[in-house]
């Protein structure tokens, strides 16, 4: 409801239910706070897409943006505190994201594909139920 109508939306997910243990405010804020900043990175114009996919043991989130990317050299300082490109930025967004995948999720979140000016990819690996 925040974003701009520039922003087109794509959810890709599975027919059957997939299930994992969350919390679903933290996991919650976790997925916005991945939303804002690919909405961020596009400048609000552009594709965001969200897609759920099974894979063995593990439930994929990937969370796709077309904006400015993410230089490779960059992919694991991101979740550093106090890393930021945003002028307000205060650099914690995505080192909690980490800290709720990662330490109370027992999950992974990662930067898997990033392309300077065609856009990032971030995934989340949760256990499947």
Same mark, same amino acid.
Do not use: C
């Given at each position: 409801n925040r974003s701009s109508k520039l922003i087109e939306f794509t959810l890709d997910i599975p027919e059957e239910a997939t299930y994992v243990m969350l919390n679903q405010p933290l996991y919650s804020w976790t997925i916005e706070n991945l939303v804002k900043n690919g909405i961020d990175a596009m400048k609000g114009k552009g594709q965001l897409q969200m897609e759920i996919v099974r894979s063995g043991p593990w439930v994929r989130i990937l969370v796709k943006d077309n904006g400015k990317g993410i230089a490779l050299n960059n992919f694991k300082t991101v979740f550093k505190p106090g890393y930021t490109t945003k002028t307000r930025g205060? +650099?914690?967004g995505l080192s909690l994201a980490k800290r709720i995948i990662e330490d109370y999720?027992? +999950?992974k979140i990662k930067?898997?594909?990033s392309e300077i000016d065609k856009g990032?990819?971030?995934e989340i690996k949760l256990k499947r139920l």
């Amino acid at each position: 409801n925040r974003s701009s109508k520039l922003i087109e939306f794509t959810l890709d997910i599975p027919e059957e239910a997939t299930y994992v243990m969350l919390n679903q405010p933290l996991y919650s804020w976790t997925i916005e706070n991945l939303v804002k900043n690919g909405i961020d990175a596009m400048k609000g114009k552009g594709q965001l897409q969200m897609e759920i996919v099974r894979s063995g043991p593990w439930v994929r989130i990937l969370v796709k943006d077309n904006g400015k990317g993410i230089a490779l050299n960059n992919f694991k300082t991101v979740f550093k505190p106090g890393y930021t490109t945003k002028t307000r930025g205060w +650099g914690l967004g995505l080192s909690l994201a980490k800290r709720i995948i990662e330490d109370y999720h027992k +999950g992974k979140i990662k930067v898997l594909f990033s392309e300077i000016d065609k856009g990032a990819t971030f995934e989340i690996k949760l256990k499947r139920l």
